[in-house]
Nanobody, 122 residues
Framework: QVHLVESGGGLVQDGGSLRLSCAAS????????MSWYRQAPGKQRELVAA??????????DSVKGRFTISNISRDNAKIMVYLQMNSLKPEDTAVYYC?????????????WGQGTQVTVSS
């Protein structure tokens, strides 16, 4: 069992910054990809940023140059990953979710946090 907890969301003005944190604990050994997704009201959940243990990153076009996902920080008990969000826009308003993926397990295992709300006011 893996438990993911997001934190750092809140209300910020247009152009502001926030830093989201994700802590994964439990059976984390096989997790090799950490991602941030977001879901705005009435819209599908979408990938924001992802990073694997090799440091390879992937960003949604809408956040490139503004958001940065940290390297995966790991010890025996916990994984930490962060999402630095700069130059925030009202359209970034959404619930942001952290996802952990263990690609090598059979079948691959996916774990989700409960989300943290980010609201950007204009």
């Amino acid at each position: 069992q893996v438990h993911l907890v997001e934190s750092g969301g809140g209300l910020v003005q247009d152009g502001g910054s926030l830093r989201l944190s994700c802590a994964a604990s439990g059976n984390i050994f096989s997790i090799n990809v950490m991602s941030w997704y977001r879901q705005a009201p009435g819209k599908q959940r979408e990938l924001v940023a992802a990073i694997n243990t090799a440091g390879t990153t992937n960003y949604a076009d809408s956040v490139k140059g503004r958001f940065t996902i940290s390297n995966i920080s790991r010890d025996n008990a916990k994984i930490m990953v962060y999402l630095q969000m700069n130059s925030l826009k009202p359209e970034d308003t959404a619930v942001y979710y952290c996802k952990g993926l263990a690609e090598a397990t059979m079948p691959p295992a996916t774990y989700w946090g409960q989300g943290t709300q980010v609201t950007v006011s204009s």
